[in-house]
């Protein structure tokens, strides 16, 4: 079975990676990191390279949109080798500390299996995932008034055009969207951001993991 390892990448730590690829199966190597660190990352792509003859690749990631994009890189690094590899682990025990957490909730969503260091930087700790991904979690029905939201440029402004993009009726679009005692909707999910206005008129606007719960759905 291939194995792919996507680790994050910083200018400390790095024996961690080093460690992760002894510890695990792998097959191909991605390194996520930012602009700045670009070179260092070159560098220890070139020694594990003449060392091992591995295969890595370098995804960079702009600090400004660090969330957005470090699950954006994901989201295509996934896309473009889905029919490569048959398994995937993401070691989030190098770099920046946001990059890190970003990668982790990124692989929550996908049901990846992620891993760490410990304090001394070579025994490797499993991270708690969930035995469905988020992906598999959120209905059918959710997905498409999520995709419906997209469509109307990642807005709308109340249940009316969402009835008419959506193809649901307003009960239902409130049960998805607003949950309730029994369920949680999408606002509580955290896929779209909900407003109330003026005669309770509704409106909502989907958020990056809402967008990134989209582009996951077409893999």
Known sequence: MKTLQIATFGSEGQDAIAYGIKSFPIHKLVLLCFYKDKNKAEEFSRRIKSILGLEITIAIVTQENVIKDTMDRINEILQLHKKEFEDVLMNVSCGDKLLGCAALSTAFIHGIKAFGMDHTHTIPLMM????LSYTEIISE????ILAAIESAGGTIESFDQLEKISGFG????SYHVQGSKEARGLAELGLVDVEKGDRNKISARITTLGK?????NSL
């Open 128 to 131: 708690p995932v969930l035995k």
């Open 141 to 144: 029905a959710k997905k498409k």
């Open 170 to 173: 307003k009960p239902l679009l």
């Open 212 to 216: 990134l719960l989209i582009k996951s």
